[in-house]
């Protein structure tokens, strides 16, 4: 079963964002544990593997993967691989607001992408809200 999540779990690169590629990695390992695609005991792929696949330098796969190692969140084991551990992933609320400056980001971009205004996207996040209090 383990092998099945491995292959439903891939990482992917938007180089559009602005964010450096070794956060996307981290986001995107962080996101996978949250959503469930990532469990304990789950293998990444190696630093190798995983810079072909994203087509980035190892040096950066390799950044990414230390950040997730001094968080607890991966655990590399000589000679094996690097696997995802038991420990819940800690956001501390410098990280959390990062995040959400990222996503809000995301966000304002592609709603302008899309011909709308920051006032529009607004004015309807204020719908939903008020729609969900109902």
């Excluded at 980035?56 to 190692?69: D, K, Q, S, W």
């Excluded at 996503?103 to 729609?131: C, K, N, T, Y």
């Amino acid at each position: 079963m383990t092998a099945r999540r491995e292959k439903l779990f891939t990482f992917g690169l938007d180089n559009a964002s602005g964010v450096p590629v070794y956060r996307q990695i981290i986001d995107q390992v962080l996101g996978g544990i949250a959503a469930g695609s990532l469990r304990a005991g789950d293998q990444l792929p190696t630093v190798r593997q995983l810079a072909v696949d994203l087509s980035v330098n190892p040096n950066t796969v390799i950044r990414a993967y230390r950040e997730l190692e001094i968080r607890d969140v991966l655990e590399t084991q000589q000679g094996t691989g690097t696997f995802v551990t038991s420990k819940k992933p800690e956001r501390d609320d410098e990280e959390r607001q990062r995040r959400l400056a990222q996503i809000a980001g995301e966000v304002v971009a592609r709603v302008g992408a899309e011909g709308f205004s920051v006032h529009d996207l607004i004015r309807r996040l204020r719908e939903m809200s008020s729609e969900r209090g109902k």
